[in-house]
């Protein structure tokens, strides 16, 4: 896939510990969209290692999470809350490691069951780790009721659906 063919999504929510800029503890995944699947990048920092050099595994099951759960908000305008994750881990994640994450939509089983999914890769095209995730996807005005967000972000979020684009292929 070309570089090219990727368009960036924008985040608007600056303190999130996986995606947040601003967040100076947190993971600063950045995101893109070829139409078709969510790509996130990432490079694991120092701060959330494990043992020795290994990135913690409750931080590569973040990442995947989190990449999964873009694939809902972009893909779908909705906004997801985890009921359960699988993750299989195949190779070692290192501190330092820059990788790649790829998350795409799966199947719905209901309006309240929603199954994505999100592979790992280091930059040479090794899995590292892949997920699977039973989500329970909400629209806008669901998530308010529940009052999870605070109004003035969960309108920010909101507006985050329609500060992109959809998608378009480049012609060939």
């Not at 570089?3 to 999504?9: D, H, I, K, V």
């Not at 779908?76 to 994750?85: A, D, V």
Request: aromatic share 10%; charged share 25%.
């Amino acid at each position: 896939m070309l570089m090219s063919e990727w368009m960036p999504l924008k985040n608007v929510s600056p303190d999130c510990f996986a995606c947040g800029p601003h967040n100076h503890e947190g993971l600063k995944m950045t995101f893109a969209t070829d139409g078709e699947r969510i790509r996130a990048r990432v490079q694991i920092p120092e701060h959330v290692r494990g043992w020795s050099r290994l990135s913690h595994g409750g931080v590569t099951t973040t990442i995947l999470d989190e990449a999964m759960a873009w694939a809902c908000i972009y893909f779908r305008e909705q906004f997801p809350l985890t009921r359960e994750i699988r993750v299989r881990f195949s190779k070692p994640v290192f501190i330092g490691d820059q990788l790649e994450v790829f998350s795409w939509v799966g199947e719905e089983k209901s309006k309240r069951q929603l199954m994505l999914h999100a592979e790992m890769r280091n930059l040479n095209g090794d899995l590292m780790a892949a997920a699977e995730g039973d989500f329970a996807p909400f629209t806008p005005e669901q998530f308010a009721k529940m009052e999870l967000v605070p109004l003035p972000d969960l309108q920010a979020l909101e507006a985050m659906f329609h500060s992109v684009q959809p998608y378009q292929r480049p012609a060939t």
